[in-house]
Nanobody, 123 residues
């Protein structure tokens, strides 16, 4: 059974940093694109960042320059380093994997999802 388990969320102050982790089990995703999405209350799930097996990445404009996605294929884990956090970054953050090596910003293109981790940024 494939599982993606996020961790590292929490309550922080504006300007602080957090590092999210997503550990995969049940199969290896070293050849697959991985992504991070977020969903605030009453809003749609939005793209945050994605990374190819090679490490090539892409970001939404709202987080570019502040967030960094990375992966450790040996550990079957993807990370999201979030710096200079803002109150508008408050959301549930989801890790996702797709059955393709190509990045995508579209949630429906991802085949596997974690349960999410809450990030709350206080002003």
């Amino acid at each position: 059974q494939v599982q993606l388990v996020e961790s590292g969320g929490g309550l922080v102050q504006a300007g602080d940093s957090l590092r999210l982790s997503c550990a995969a089990s049940g199969r290896t995703f070293s050849s697959n694109a991985m992504g991070w999405f977020r969903q605030a209350p009453g809003k749609e799930r939005d793209f945050v960042a994605a990374i190819r097996p090679s490490g090539e990445n892409t970001y939404s404009d709202s987080v570019k320059g502040r967030f960094t996605i990375s992966r450790d294929n040996a550990k079957n884990t993807v990370y999201l380093q979030m710096n200079s956090l803002k109150p508008e970054d408050t959301a549930v953050y989801y890790c996702a994997a797709r059955d393709s090596s190509f990045r995508s910003s579209v949630p429906s293109n991802y085949n596997y999802w974690g349960q999410g981790t809450q990030v709350t940024v206080a002003s």
